[in-house]
Nanobody, 122 residues
Framework: QVEVLESVGGLVQAGGSLRLSCAASGSIQSINGMAWYRQAPGQQRELVASINSGGRINYRGSAKGRFTISRDNAKNTIYLQMNSLKPEDKAVYYC????????????????WGEGTQVTVSS
């Protein structure tokens, strides 16, 4: 199986910065893409940023210009550097991994971490 482990989030003041990491481990044969999502109370889970195996990056919404996603393929790890944090960035941040655990002709599946809380005080 695949384990997805996010780093501990935290509490920061508005305007501050925080870096999250996410490591995938287990019976991984190949990873196609990894991504960060977030879910605020009472809101749907939304994509923050994604990066594929080729390094193609996609940012959504207010993450553009403030957040930076990066990836260490050798470690099956991604990072999310969050700068200029705002109170509306408060959410549980989830990591998603799109991976294959079987042979090359096998299926790809999505694996999620349990989430990490990020709180931004005004």
């Amino acid at each position: 199986q695949v384990e997805v482990l996010e780093s501990v989030g935290g509490l920061v003041q508005a305007g501050g910065s925080l870096r999250l990491s996410c490591a995938a481990s287990g019976s991984i044969q190949s990873i196609n893409g990894m991504a960060w999502y977030r879910q605020a109370p009472g809101q749907q889970r939304e994509l923050v940023a994604s990066i594929n195996s080729g390094g193609r990056i996609n940012y959504r919404g207010s993450a553009k210009g403030r957040f930076t996603i990066s990836r260490d393929n050798a470690k099956n790890t991604i990072y999310l550097q969050m700068n200029s944090l705002k109170p509306e960035d408060k959410a549980v941040y989830y990591c998603k991994v799109h991976a294959r655990t079987g042979p090359a002709w096998g299926s790809w599946n999505e694996y999620w971490g349990e989430g990490t809380q990020v709180t931004v005080s005004s």
